[in-house]
Nanobody, 118 residues
Framework: QVRLVESGGGLVQPGGSLRLSCAAS????????MRWYRQPPGKERDFVATTPSVGNIARYADSVKGRFTISRDNAKNTVYLQMTSLKPEDTAVYYCRATSRTGAYDYWGQGTQVTVSS
């Protein structure tokens, strides 16, 4: 059974930092592209960042470039999202997603809430 479990969310003041983690199990983690998405209250779920299964070319949404960093540790089956200079508009539920190379397998975590507020 595949599981993706996000953690690390919480309440942070504007300008602060958080690191989200997504621990995967039940899949060959190193062969999956990993992505982070977020869904603000009352809005659609949007792409945030991705790290491929091969290579080191991460990609980011324009809204988070220069502030967020995605990384992965294949030995720990975990993907991270380091978030800095957080803004109130970063408030959302953050989800991780795992997609196989062929796209045949696609999994989502349950999400973790990030609230940026003073």
């Amino acid at each position: 059974q595949v599981r993706l479990v996000e953690s690390g969310g919480g309440l942070v003041q504007p300008g602060g930092s958080l690191r989200l983690s997504c621990a995967a199990s039940g899949l060959s983690f190193s062969s999956y592209t990993m992505r982070w998405y977020r869904q603000p209250p009352g809005k659609e779920r949007d792409f945030v960042a991705t790290t491929p299964s091969v290579g080191n070319i991460a990609r980011y949404a324009d809204s988070v470039k220069g502030r967020f960093t995605i990384s992965r540790d294949n030995a720990k089956n975990t993907v991270y999202l380091q978030m800095t200079s957080l803004k109130p508009e970063d408030t959302a539920v953050y989800y991780c997603r795992a997609t196989s190379r062929t796209g045949a397998y696609d999994y989502w975590g349950q999400g973790t809430q990030v609230t940026v507020s003073s």
